[in-house]
């Protein structure tokens, strides 16, 4: 055996074998753990995907089937020869909007095989105008069977697909991107890194920044002296129960200062 051959995959349960019409080659069938989340993403950019997912921890997560990713590319449901996607919007303006048709067709496609029941799997379309992406949504997607999520192009999406299909919009924030993928893949990976096995250490999302309704507390490494600044004392002093309460402290006294809206919040829980 060569040094440079694969080592061997460890086992990570038992994996779902799922029908399809499509040819694979046997020896590269994904592996995917039975109850692993499925996220199927519509867009006119698949290629944009898995993307940076595919890295770090959320890519090894990926390749030992702890989750699973579908690019559905919506221009083979256009319509005519050049598979036209959008058209002008009603009443004027600038710009161009998805057709409802065209994205009926796509959630549709995505819907296939999927629970009916919108809290075991949600769709979402990316939008500025969408309920704020908040870590209690993340931790809401990361407990379901799945999600669809849509990207939108040019002025945005006809509303009568919206509506008759219930889709739920979430913003990233109070600025507008050119389209909907950067925005689906910050969103899946806060979701992806919450599933049980995904993390090495479980308890980084426990005390990480919004776990607790607060930002984090600063973080020190080695060495313990750099340009002239020292670590906290408190923090090379091993007393837990102190190192507890002066992160404790930061943390508050940093969500105060940077994040007042989250304070409020706080205090009227």
Same mark, same amino acid.
């Given at each position: ?17 799922? %029908?399809?019409?499509? #040819? ?6 994904? $592996? !995917?753990? @039975? =109850? +692993? ?90 939008? %500025?105008?969408?309920? #704020? ?6 931790? $809401? !997607?990361? @407990? =379901? +069977? ?124």
């Amino acid at each position: 055996m060569s040094d440079d051959a694969p080592a061997t995959p460890k086992s990570h349960g038992r994996y779902q074998i799922r %029908p399809t019409l499509q #040819p694979r080659d046997l020896m590269e069938e994904p $592996r !995917l753990v @039975k =109850g +692993a989340l499925t996220a199927k993403v519509i867009t006119l950019f698949p290629e944009a995907f898995p993307g940076t997912l595919g890295l770090s921890l959320t890519g090894k997560a990926l390749d030992f089937g702890l989750w699973q990713l579908e690019a559905i590319d919506l221009r083979q449901f256009g319509e005519g020869k050049h598979r036209n996607v959008d058209d002008t919007p009603a009443g004027g303006g600038a710009g161009m909007v998805l057709r409802p048709d065209v994205v009926d067709a796509a959630l549709r496609h995505a819907r296939v095989g999927t629970p009916v029941d919108r809290a075991r799997w949600p769709v979402i379309y990316l939008s %500025p105008r969408g309920t #704020p992406f908040t870590q209690e949504t993340a931790r $809401r !997607l990361a @407990k =379901g +069977a799945g999600l669809t999520l849509l990207c939108g192009r040019f002025e945005g999406v006809d509303q009568r697909v919206l509506d008759h299909h219930q889709v739920e919009e979430i913003s990233l924030g109070d600025f507008v991107l050119t389209g909907g993928e950067i925005a689906a893949q910050a969103i899946l990976d806060a979701t992806v890194r919450l599933i049980p096995g995904v993390l090495g250490n479980a308890a980084s999302t426990e005390e990480e920044s919004f776990s607790d309704g607060l930002l984090e507390h600063p973080q020190y490494t080695r060495p313990a002296v750099w340009e002239g600044q020292e670590i906290p004392a408190v923090l090379q002093s091993g007393n837990h129960a102190e190192i507890a309460r002066w992160r404790r402290q930061k943390a508050e006294e940093l969500t105060q200062a940077r994040r007042p809206d989250l304070w409020d919040k706080r205090r009227v829980r």
